[in-house]
């Protein structure tokens, strides 16, 4: 057990809605980033908040935009979903930016 | 363009045979390269972290080691139970910001 939770470990959804899914990172870590993991890509990186700001920025759609909120915990919004947002999304959290993530169990989203 | 490539994609072994999975990067401003265990239907296991070209770490059957364009991950003699998928990711820093590259894994199977 990494000590980051992730909510809910499956979501199935239909085109066009919107998910939020949310991440609680390990006691004491203050980054915290999104990563989709899809068969045909691997581990794509999404975003990292560092202490309640963004940091950086990967291969993020405009359709994504995700948080961090003052107790550290973080949420991904997805919106106007396609089939191809299906994936797992993982949640990672780490003491600072230059330091091993730790990652949650994943969330499951299948778009119908 | 920054990239991380692996290889071989899968390696199958018998118990006790050791042998080296690669792990090739072409990115600018390296602050880190990371190796991860994954588990099917779970978020990567963090192994190492290495910073700099000569640099090794070393966890039980486990050996990482680091030069200016790939990491080696070594495995020696090993067990069914170190049967997984192993990945590679680096940091970097480039004109963006911190940028995390995961390569696509080597699925490792040991034969008992």
């Known amino acids: 057990d990494s000590g980051v939770t992730q909510t809910p470990k499956h979501l199935i959804t239909a085109t066009g809605q919107r998910v939020t899914l949310r991440c609680s990172p390990r006691?004491?870590?203050?980054?915290v980033y999104w990563y989709q993991q899809s068969l045909d890509q691997g581990l794509q990186f999404l975003i990292q908040?560092?202490?309640?700001?963004?940091?950086a920025k990967g291969n993020i759609l405009e359709r994504f935009s995700a948080q961090q909120f003052p107790d550290l915990h973080s949420e991904l919004n997805l919106s106007s979903l396609e089939l191809g947002d299906s994936a797992l999304y993982f949640c990672?959290?780490?003491?600072?930016?230059?330091?091993?993530?730790?990652f949650g169990p994943g969330t499951r989203l299948t778009v119908t | 363009e920054d990239q991380v490539t692996q290889s071989p994609e899968a390696l199958r072994l018998q118990e006790g045979e050791s042998s080296s999975l690669n792990c090739s990067y072409t990115?600018?401003?390296?602050?880190?390269l990371f190796w991860y265990r994954q588990d099917p239907g779970k978020g990567p296991e963090f192994l190492f972290t290495?910073?700099?070209a000569g640099e090794e770490k070393e966890k039980e059957r486990l050996k990482a080691t680091l030069t200016k364009k790939e990491s080696f991950l070594h495995i020696t003699a090993p067990k069914p139970e170190d049967s997984a998928t192993y990945l590679c990711?680096?940091?970097?820093?480039?004109?963006?910001?911190?940028?995390?590259?995961f390569g696509t894994g080597t699925s490792l199977t040991v034969i008992p």
């Open positions: 990672a959290s780490s003491a600072g930016t230059n330091y091993e993530q730790y």
């Open positions: 006691s004491g870590d203050l980054s």
């Open positions: 908040y560092y202490n309640g700001e963004e940091r």
């Open positions: 990115v600018s401003g390296l602050r880190g």
């Open positions: 290495l910073y700099s």
């Open positions: 990711a680096v940091h970097s820093t480039r004109g963006t910001g911190n940028q995390f590259y």
